[in-house]
């Protein structure tokens, strides 16, 4: 069955609301058959519950680790995702990596070098907080590099991270849809509640300026590097409790696919005595 909410690789979305290539399930407002978020609260209850023992498999079995992408415009919502989804797990089991404007150490060397040091161990879960993809992004929207420059790296970025799946790592990469009206709002509610006046900066207003290049970028991204091994998610964002439904949702149904079983003791643990 097709998994809900994928950008099938080979294909071609669009994320203007108009166009014939646009599929309605990744609108921002989208929320399937739930109206709010109270109808979701226990079937989430019962996500975390699995994904802790699910966690659980993944750390004893050390087989595996899982990599998961969060990108999407300022006030998307990438850090109340990584709060809400993870909030059944174990934290040591975890990892979230935040990718800045790169350091003068980082931007000497090739780009994909931060985020490949970034990876996590196997057994372990690593959540990029933007990534490797804001080098075909924000360097495009603003020509830091030139166009035959990033236009490679779109198939760069699919090679790294085959070879990342090829290697035992899941790759999800979830895009946060919201609105351009959606953006407003939280900007606005932002600058109008003193609590939050840190988490708004004056680069998050000139950006949005930019919103029609970003969404041009957005698309490039996802129509080439959805790939069989790692596909991109368009995950409606305007209701935060339907984001994080979706997402728990596909990290968890993910790890159930690997079939995982707790790994055979090394010693007959039956004759094992405690004195
Ligand atoms: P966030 O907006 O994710 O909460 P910040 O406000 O610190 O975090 O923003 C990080 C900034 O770093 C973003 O504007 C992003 O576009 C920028 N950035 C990330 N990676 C790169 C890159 N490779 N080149 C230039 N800018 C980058």
Redesign the pocket.
């Known amino acids: 069955m097709a998994q809900p909410f994928i950008v099938k690789p080979g294909g071609k979305i669009s994320l203007n609301g108009s166009g014939e290539d646009f599929n309605p399930e990744h609108s921002p407002e989208y929320t399937g058959s739930y109206r709010k978020k109270g109808d979701t609260k226990k079937y989430l209850k019962k996500l975390h519950k699995q994904m802790l023992r699910l966690q659980e498999l993944l750390y004893a079995g050390g087989e595996h680790a899982v990599l998961i992408i969060l990108q999407g415009m ?1 006030t998307c919502g ?2 109340g995702t990584i709060r809400k989804v993870m909030a059944g797990i174990n934290v040591q089991g975890c990892n979230v990596v ?5 350091t003068i150490d980082e931007s000497s060397r090739d ?1 994909l070098w931060r985020a490949h040091k970034a990876v996590p161990q196997r057994g372990k879960i690593g959540i990029f ?2 990534s490797h993809y ?2 075909v ?3 495009r929207v ?1 020509d ?1 590099v030139q166009k035959s420059v990033w236009k490679q790296r779109y198939q760069q970025i699919n090679d790294f991270e085959k070879m990342l799946v090829e290697n035992g790592t899941i790759v999800l990469k979830f895009f946060l849809n919201i609105s351009k009206d959606e953006q407003k709002e939280r900007l606005e509610s932002r600058i109008n509640d003193p609590t939050k006046h840190w988490k708004i ?1 004056d ?2 207003i000139r ?1 949005r300026a930019y919103w029609d290049d970003y969404m041009e970028a957005y698309e490039d991204v996802l129509n080439n590097c959805s790939t069989d091994w790692a596909p991109w998610y368009v995950i409606p964002a305007n209701k935060k409790w339907y984001r994080n439904l979706v997402i728990t949702e596909r990290v968890v149904n993910t790890l159930e696919d690997l079939n995982m079983k707790f790994p055979e003791p090394d010693s007959d643990v039956s004759k094992l005595i405690v004195e």
């Open positions: 300022d990438k850090d935040n990718f800045k404007v790169p780009y907080n933007r804001e080098d992004l924000v360097v603003h830091l900066t680069a998050d950006e």
